[in-house]
C-alpha cells in the first residue's frame, strides 16, 4: 500500500512550531498550490487549494528557521486524516500533509543557493546528500522504458 503526496506551491503564513510536553517539536503551516485551467467560455480560471502541513523533530526546527510566507516549496509526505470533537461535543474532521521532505525552490534572501533539502532522519530517508545525488535521475539520464503492448497492467 502506498500512502505518498507530492505538492509544490507557496506558504500562506510562516510555520508556527511548538514543543510538546515530552520535548518533541511540531510544526504546522498552510501551503497554497495552484492550477490554471480554462472554463467553459474559454477565459482562464485559477483554482487555488489549500494544505494543512505538519512537520515533525528536526524538520520542524528547519522549517521553523528557513521557511518563510510566500516562499515556494516542493513537500513530499503522507496524507493524514484525524478527527476531533469540540467542547460542544461536534465531531470536526481535519485533513493533514505529514511531511517528510521539503525543499526550498528559490533563493534564500543573503546569497544561498535554492534547492535547500529538508529530511527527517529515518531509516527510509537516511541516505546521505552524495548518495542522493547519484541515485537520483537527471535530465541527461534514458527515460525508463515504456511497457510493451498488450501488458496485463491492473490500470
Avoid: C
Avoid at 14 to 29: H, M
Avoid at 36 to 54: F, P, R
Avoid at 87 to 100: M, P, S
Wanted: charged content about 30%; hydrophobic content about 30%.
Amino acid at each position: 500500500m502506498i500512502n505518498k503526496v507530492t505538492l509544490i506551491g507557496n506558504l500562506g503564513g510562516d510555520p508556527e512550531v511548538r514543543t510538546l510536553e515530552n520535548g518533541t517539536k511540531v510544526g504546522r503551516f498552510s501551503l497554497a498550490t495552484n492550477e490554471n485551467y480554462k472554463d467553459k467560455d474559454g477565459n482562464w480560471q485559477k483554482q487555488t487549494e489549500w494544505h494543512n502541513v505538519v512537520v515533525w523533530r528536526d524538520l520542524a526546527e528547519r522549517a521553523e528557521k528557513f521557511l518563510k510566507k510566500g516562499m515556494q516549496v516542493f513537500v513530499e509526505g503522507k496524507i493524514s486524516y484525524r478527527k476531533y470533537t469540540t467542547q460542544e461535543g461536534q465531531d470536526r474532521y481535519v485533513t493533514d500533509i505529514v511531511a517528510n521532505q521539503i525543499r526550498m525552490l528559490e533563493k534564500q534572501e543573503g546569497g544561498a543557493g535554492g534547492g535547500s533539502d529538508f529530511r527527517i532522519p529515518t531509516s527510509e530517508h537516511s541516505m546521505s546528500r552524495s548518495t542522493e545525488a547519484s541515485t537520483t535521475p537527471t535530465a541527461a539520464d534514458p527515460a525508463p522504458p515504456l511497457p510493451a503492448e498488450g501488458d496485463d497492467l491492473p490500470f
